[in-house]
């Protein structure tokens, strides 16, 4: 059995072994961020159970934060995209193929 570190060059030959490194160490970062974002510093459940609970919470809760981000910037864009449309005197109704059929 052999140990690998990230940063190590000599006996790393294969490509699947380079991937497998920086793979790792993308996770290491993420694990970092669950750990000090949330607040996974002490489990205050009870058990194994509780550890278990733990991790998947505090997992669910990077993961809204994540999709909360990406909504954030997607309606951060939209906004924009409406105030030059506003700005340039473009109705919003000429880009909506349901308006058009209504009028």
């Known amino acids: 059995m052999r140990i690998f570190r ?3 060059k000599r006996g790393v ?3 699947t072994l380079k991937m497998e490194l920086k793979r790792r160490s ?7 961020h669950m750990k ?3 607040r996974m510093d002490r489990c205050r459940l009870k058990g ?11 997992a669910a809760g990077h993961n809204i934060r994540l999709l ?3 909504m954030a910037t997607l309606l951060r864009q939209l906004l ?3 105030v030059l449309m506003i ?10 193929p349901l308006m058009k059929a209504a009028a």
């Open 6 to 8: 990230s940063g190590q």
């Open 13 to 15: 030959n294969t490509r």
């Open 26 to 32: 993308a996770v290491e970062a993420v694990i970092g």
């Open 36 to 38: 000090t974002d949330g």
């Open 48 to 58: 194994a159970l509780g550890d278990a609970l733990n991790a998947v919470l505090v």
């Open 68 to 70: 909360l981000r990406a």
């Open 80 to 82: 924009r995209r409406l």
């Open 87 to 96: 700005g340039a005197g473009i109705k919003v109704q000429d880009f909506d």
